[in-house]
């Protein structure tokens, strides 16, 4: 079974530069998450799909945070513009079903540096 | 607001020891907890997840504890190997279906 996918792996952008990452779900899997990880701290929820609906996306700053859902499948994320403190790891994740007895599942996330 | 806290934020010991990771959260109505091992560059792996209505779970070499009325969760790990070295992350699903992450436990295993 192939797992969640993400890209770019790696990338580095100028501040006030725009950037969007991309999130491939496991197969069947109606829940997609998008978690941001700065160095040295647990991950922290941007924002939760069921399907192509936003479920959560308290702790996304929309001012310069996007990001969708097309078809309840694959996602994209979008950063414009990028501040310094947004470098980061972003990681994508998806689980069966929301629901309390799912495991989540990760990709190895795609890992921004702005300059 | 659901907090989760990991303590120590760093540990090392020497191969073959028996050693446990802790975790503590505020508020006791969870549904679920996770822990999760990160490989430098890499991402998260589920290692374990115990519902809300379970005591325990093991898998190998490890074994997860969970009291929800005092807030702990604690991470075991038998006869370990360095090749256990990793961040240890544990994350509970709140009341809003939200996980919430601790900041992990560095763990360095040493030959």
């Known amino acids: 079974e192939a797992g969640v996918a993400q890209s770019p792996r790696y990338k580095i952008i100028e501040k006030r530069q725009s950037v969007a990452f991309w999130c491939n779900p496991i197969?069947?899997?109606?829940?997609l998450y998008w978690y941001q990880q700065i160095l040295g701290q647990g991950p922290k929820l941007l924002i939760q799909?069921?399907?192509?609906?936003?479920?959560?996306d308290s702790q996304l700053p929309k001012d310069r945070f996007s990001a969708e859902r097309l078809k309840g499948v694959d996602s994209t994320l979008k950063i414009q513009p990028a501040k310094l403190e947004d470098s980061a790891v972003y990681l994508c994740?998806?689980?069966?079903?929301?629901?309390?007895?799912?495991?989540?599942?990760f990709g190895e996330g795609s890992w921004l540096t702005v300059v | 607001k659901q907090e989760v806290t990991q303590i120590p934020a760093a540990l090392s010991v020497p191969e073959g020891e028996n050693l446990v990771l802790n975790c503590s959260f505020t508020?006791?109505?969870?549904?679920?907890l996770q822990w999760f091992r990160q490989d430098p560059g890499k991402g998260l792996t589920s290692l374990l997840l115990?519902?809300?209505?379970?005591r325990e779970q093991t898998s190998g070499r490890l074994n997860a504890s969970l009291d929800k009325s005092s807030g702990r969760s604690t991470l075991y790990i038998a006869a370990s190997q360095p090749g256990d070295s990793a961040t240890y992350l544990c994350?509970?699903?709140?009341?809003?279906?939200?996980?919430?992450f601790g900041q992990g436990t560095r763990l360095t295993i040493n030959p």
């Open positions: 994350a509970v699903r709140d009341g809003a279906q939200k996980l919430v």
């Open positions: 799909f069921q399907n192509n609906g936003v479920v959560d």
């Open positions: 508020d006791s109505a969870i549904y679920n």
């Open positions: 197969s069947g899997h109606a829940t």
């Open positions: 994740a998806s689980s069966l079903v929301r629901g309390r007895g799912n495991t989540i599942y």
């Open positions: 115990i519902q809300s209505s379970q």
